[in-house]
Nanobody, 119 residues
Framework: QVQLLEFGGGSVQPGGSRRLSCNVSTIFFTMNSMSWYRQAPGRERELVARIFSDGVTHYSHSVKGRFTISRENAANTVYLQMNSLQPADTAVYVC?????????????WGQGIQVTISA
């Protein structure tokens, strides 16, 4: 089975920074597209950032220029560096992994971690 373990949640003041980590227990990590989603009360789930297996990245408009997604393949870990945080960034952040394998689309979700931005 594949497990996604997220770290780095907590509280931060507006304008501050946090780094989230997601460790994935799969030998195929380097082949996986890794993403961070977030879910806030009253809002739809939002794709925050994605990094593909070739290193290409994608960001939502709401975080572009403030967040950076990266991966450390040797550690089976994806990161989300969050800068200039705003109260609107408050949400549960969820790690996601997906890949194509043997004609099937495989995807896995973490449990999610709370990130709260407030004074």
């Amino acid at each position: 089975q594949v497990q996604l373990l997220e770290f780095g949640g907590g509280s931060v003041q507006p304008g501050g920074s946090r780094r989230l980590s997601c460790n994935v227990s799969t030998i195929f990590f380097t082949m996986n597209s890794m993403s961070w989603y977030r879910q806030a009360p009253g809002r739809e789930r939002e794709l925050v950032a994605r990094i593909f297996s070739d290193g290409v990245t994608h960001y939502s408009h709401s975080v572009k220029g403030r967040f950076t997604i990266s991966r450390e393949n040797a550690a089976n870990t994806v990161y989300l560096q969050m800068n200039s945080l705003q109260p609107a960034d408050t949400a549960v952040y969820v790690c996601h992994s997906e890949r194509q394998w043997l004609g099937k689309r495989l995807e896995y979700w973490g449990q999610g971690i709370q990130v709260t931005i407030s004074a």
